[in-house]
T-cell receptor, first 112, second 116 residues
Framework: DTEVTQTPKHLVMGMTNKKSLKCEQH?????MYWYKQKAKKPPELMFV???????INESVPSRFSPECPNSSLLNLHLHALQPEDSALYLC???????????FGPGTRLTVT | DQQVKQNSPSLSVQEGRISILNCDYT??????FLWYKKYPAEGPTFLIS?????DKNEDGRFTVFLNKSAKHLSLHIVPSQPGDSAVYFC???????????????FGKGTHLIIQP
């Protein structure tokens, strides 16, 4: 099983809403990542979790709040987002941070 | 400051021929390089990788070459097939203070079109 799943596939939210994106993998991977991808741009790293601990936060605004409740799950909590935060949010995992990353299909987020 | 560069936004190749996708990087701290393939509305799919201590890695129709002195890598696909039409991203790891715990830095991608 080399699958990373993400829910929901699509999300539309207002600027005052609170929502969460979910990511799950059952490959025994101990590193998990959030990336943001805008149209016609490459994915950009947001957060890295290694052994359930946040190891990298790439200067992401506090309206994005990651959470890693266990080694299989990664959440991204969203609050008071701006329209420019609309993007494809990709989750990835790797065995450890030294191995290739496997990506989920992404959540297409639209902020109105 | 773009640390990973793919200078060809698109590439058109005839079916059966060789596709060569190029990637340049500027950060000499990168220690691991990867190629991903991406279809619209899907996440990137891992294709092949190479460690900085090697100069070639081969997997079926895909071969990645690394020239460290030139800070250049390339992905060769031979023979090219219609299903290879997609956006290909070059990615690199290890360029920051976190060492191996870094995420990936991606190039902007090259759209490969395989023509019948």
């Amino acid at each position: 099983d080399t699958e990373v799943t993400q829910t929901p596939k699509h999300l539309v939210m207002g600027m005052t809403n609170k929502k969460s994106l979910k990511c799950e993998q059952h490959m025994g991977h101990r590193a998990m990542y959030w990336y943001k991808q805008k149209a016609k741009k490459p994915p950009e790293l947001m957060f890295v979790y290694s052994y359930e601990k946040l190891s990298i936060n790439e200067s992401v605004p506090s309206r994005f709040s990651p959470e890693c409740p266990n080694s299989s799950l990664l959440n991204l909590h969203l609050h008071a987002l701006q329209p420019e935060d609309s993007a494809l949010y990709l989750c990835a995992s790797s065995l450890t941070s030294n191995y290739e990353q496997y990506f989920g299909p992404g959540t297409r987020l639209t902020v109105t | 400051d773009q640390q990973v560069k793919q200078n060809s936004p698109s590439l058109s190749v005839q079916e059966g021929r060789i596709s060569i996708l190029n990637c340049d990087y500027t950060n000499s701290m990168f220690d691991y390089f990867l190629w991903y393939k991406k279809y619209p509305a899907e996440g990137p799919t891992f294709l092949i990788s190479i460690s900085s201590i090697k100069d070639k890695n081969e997997d079926g129709r895909f071969t990645v070459f690394l020239n460290k002195s030139a800070k250049h890598l390339s992905l060769h696909i031979v023979p090219s097939q219609p299903g290879d039409s997609a956006v290909y991203f070059c990615a690199a790891r290890g360029g920051g203070p976190g060492g191996g715990a870094d995420g990936l830095t991606f190039g902007k991608g090259t759209h490969l079109i395989i023509q019948p």
